[in-house]
């Protein structure tokens, strides 16, 4: 199962169905610890996306490039002020290089899991090694798989339940991690449909994917307002850092 490139549809959709997202309460503390780990550097965005992280970190003063697979989420990029100053390069994060060295790579919002193998999932893990400086760091937010919440004997739950937007995965594959997400999304007069697997990630693999690529965890927080992370937390932001 390779790489899915997002459509025009979910593209034109994606801010106002993940609005609550662009809130600067959301964004403030993301783009706050990102600063930070920059250290003053040039930073990497794996999967830049329209820009939600990119240009209000930009706007900080931090010189960001993006690698996005979708020209459809760039195209929404390109529409929004400041966008000039953030450089894109189209392209697969499992394989995609840009010139340059890095003292921050950051791949978020669950978006290892739009790489549907192990494998793949651990070319990111060398791919963003490979753009980063002795000692930078890899930041990965994704969300720990919620098959705790399903209930016993059943493949799937309702992860959203609004007027204008349903949500619902299925868990496909045990075996090769592999669920889907459904989405109905009701916006300015349209109905958007959109599904899409992914593969989920235990936090004990992405530590361990982290160590073959040549990094050690530094950090592991529930959020970015950096709790601790437990058994209960539902998502993680993990910081790696490059190993000299
Ligand atoms: C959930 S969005 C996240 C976008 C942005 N980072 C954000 O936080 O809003 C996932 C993005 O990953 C992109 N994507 C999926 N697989 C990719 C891949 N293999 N390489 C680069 N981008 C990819 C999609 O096109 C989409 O723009």
């Not at 290089?97 to 990111?124: H, K, P, S, W």
């Amino acid at each position: 199962m390779g790489s899915i490139v997002w459509g025009k549809d979910i593209a034109e959709v994606y801010d106002m169905t993940y609005a609550a997202k662009f809130d600067p309460s959301n964004l403030g503390p993301i783009v706050r610890v990102l600063a930070q780990l920059a250290r003053g550097g040039a930073v990497l965005e794996f999967a830049v996306g329209t820009g939600r992280i990119a240009l209000p970190l930009r706007a900080q003063g931090v010189q960001v490039h993006g690698i996005e697979l979708s020209p459809h989420m760039v195209e929404q990029l390109r529409t929004k002020p400041g966008a000039e100053s953030v450089p894109v390069t189209i392209g697969d994060m499992t394989t995609t290089r840009v010139r340059g060295v890095f003292t921050l790579v950051y791949l978020v919002a669950n978006t290892i899991m739009n790489v549907t193998t192990q494998d793949e999932q651990l070319a990111v893990f060398a791919n963003a090694a490979a753009h980063l400086e002795s000692g930078g760091c890899f930041v990965v937010e994704v969300m720990v798989p919620a098959l705790r919440r399903v209930a016993p004997g059943e493949v799937s739950r309702v992860f959203t339940l609004e007027a204008d937007h349903v949500g619902i995965e299925t868990f496909d594959d045990a075996v090769g991690q592999i669920a889907s997400s459904h989405h109905w999304i009701a916006v300015g007069g349209r109905l958007v449909r959109h599904s899409a697997p992914y593969r989920y990630v235990w936090p004990s693999e992405l530590e361990l994917m982290g160590r073959i690529a040549g990094f050690r965890l530094r950090a592991r927080w529930a959020g970015w307002d950096r709790t601790p992370f437990t058994s209960d937390s539902v998502s993680q932001v993990a910081v790696f850092e490059k190993v000299p």
